[in-house]
């Protein structure tokens, strides 16, 4: 396979990669504004956010196109300084699932160009979209404007769906093709890691020059190991969120669907108090999210489990956390635990390691790269509820272990910041403007030297 490009490492050399003034950012189904873990809103909503504001401190301006939802949000919202969020109306705001936008997407696109013709012609030297329903967008946009396209793709309908969780509906062929469509479109294609960065190439034959691995990051301000005694730190946070303050706590945040498998986490609680019926009695099953995807339709699904695996006195469900209450509840907990079938990164397992806390995931996509196996926590092969029960019956009692795991899993997320990513999306923007360029000045060329033969 052809070697793969690294934009962070592009980055660190001298190459004179023109900056871009203006990036359109376009992320259909979801804002940066909604509340992560919460119907489509997830990591995708993180990583927009995080990296547009950054993007801003580096004197870069973004304007982020997504639809809007309500009638009460207003055309415009100044999300921080230089970032802005516009809201485009298509189709019903209320009531539109992420499978029914894409008979939206005309509207949304011609929303989306109604906004640039409003501007000086060259407004935007770039557009970045993400998700393949805002690569469609983005196609359309880049041909208009005469500008590159950057697309990063978050989740794969074909790797999905190779990875299916049991009950879960598969992508539709539409949406395959329309990413393979995205992916033969774009100037250049941005993966989260090098997995990922494999899978495009591999199933949508994706050319290998224009796919770059640029890894995500995490707020590592904002998410810390707590200063101070650690137990006392668990113990006031477990206060803080109405947890147990005694036993284990193992926590799973995210979004409520199939594909993330809180249900594995919950199996694996009844399988450890079939194996060790003391160690499942001290032990606290954090659920924090809120019900997604084809979740909506037995949003209760998860209660219902518990209740009938005999189990519902050792889960709690919470909401999705804001503010300093997510790294509260990664710091109360002895565990996180992320059994998805598929992340394209696992934006949850960086956030609890940056806290200090191991990471108990399923070894698959980005998780591989998320988590350091055996150091900054462990990786299960598969999905088996015996074989995460097995895992937790180790690791829990284990104090020493779990100890060594969190000075691994502070350092590990140190390897990962908001401010890498964005140096190495300025050097996948520089080099997609570089080549856009190159390519206009042989075009000119060729049109000058065609109206001299006349």
Not at 75 to 98: C, F, I
Not at 277 to 305: K, M, N, W
Not at 350 to 363: K, N, R, S
Request: proline share 7%; with cysteine.
């Amino acid at each position: 396979m052809a070697e793969l490009h690294t934009g962070v490492g592009r980055q660190r050399g001298a190459l004179p990669w023109p900056r871009p003034r203006r990036i359109a950012t376009v992320s259909v189904h979801t804002s940066p504004l909604h509340q992560p873990g919460t119907g489509d809103a997830g990591g995708m909503n993180v990583y927009i956010l995080e990296v547009a504001r950054r993007l801003a401190e580096a004197d870069v301006e973004v304007e982020i196109f997504t639809r809007a939802t309500s009638g009460d949000l207003p055309p415009v919202v100044e999300m921080a300084p230089g970032v802005h969020v516009r809201h485009v109306t298509a189709g019903p705001l209320e009531g539109l699932t992420k499978e029914e936008l894409p008979g939206q997407l005309c509207a949304f696109t011609a929303g989306v160009l109604r906004a640039e013709a409003a501007r000086a012609p060259g407004h935007y030297d770039l557009i970045h979209s993400h998700y393949w329903l805002s690569g469609q967008v983005g196609w359309l946009a880049k041909e208009r404007w005469g500008v590159p396209l950057v697309h990063t793709a978050h989740t794969l309908a074909k790797v999905k769906n190779a990875q299916l969780a049991a009950g879960d509906r598969p992508e539709p062929k539409a949406r395959v093709i329309g990413e393979e469509q995205v992916v033969a479109e774009a100037d250049r294609l941005v993966a989260n890691t090098r997995v990922e960065a494999h899978d495009l190439i591999g199933r949508y034959d994706a050319d290998p020059a224009r796919v770059a691995v640029v890894e995500p990051g995490v707020d590592l301000d904002r998410f810390r190991p707590a200063l101070g005694d650690r137990d006392a730190t668990t113990v006031a946070a477990r206060r803080r969120l109405g947890l147990p303050t005694q036993g284990y706590v193992v926590a799973f945040v995210g979004r409520i669907q199939p594909l993330k498998a809180p249900d594995v986490l919950i199996r694996a609680v009844a399988a450890l108090r079939r194996r060790d019926p003391a160690l499942a009695d001290e032990l606290t099953v954090v659920i924090c999210g809120g019900p997604s995807g084809s979740g909506l339709e037995r949003p209760t699904a998860l209660i219902e489990l518990a209740a009938s695996l005999g189990i519902a006195d050792r889960v709690r469900f919470l909401p999705p956390q804001t503010g300093a209450d997510l790294p509260d509840l990664y710091r109360a907990a002895d565990l996180v635990a992320v059994p998805s079938y598929n992340e394209s990164f696992g934006l949850v397992a960086l956030e609890a390691q940056a806290c200090g806390t191991p990471v108990v995931a399923a070894a698959v996509g980005g998780l591989v790269t998320a988590v350091r196996d055996g150091v900054s926590g462990v990786l299960v092969d598969g999905h088996d509820p015996v074989e995460w029960a097995r895992t937790l019956a180790h690791l829990l009692p284990d104090r020493a272990r779990r100890a060594r795991l969190a000075v691994g899993a502070a350092r590990h997320a140190r390897n990962f910041s908001w401010q890498r990513t964005v140096s190495g999306l300025l050097g996948v923007y520089g080099e997609a403007i570089a080549e856009h360029r190159e390519r206009l000045s042989v075009q000119l060329a060729g049109d000058a030297a065609m109206s001299c033969s006349w």
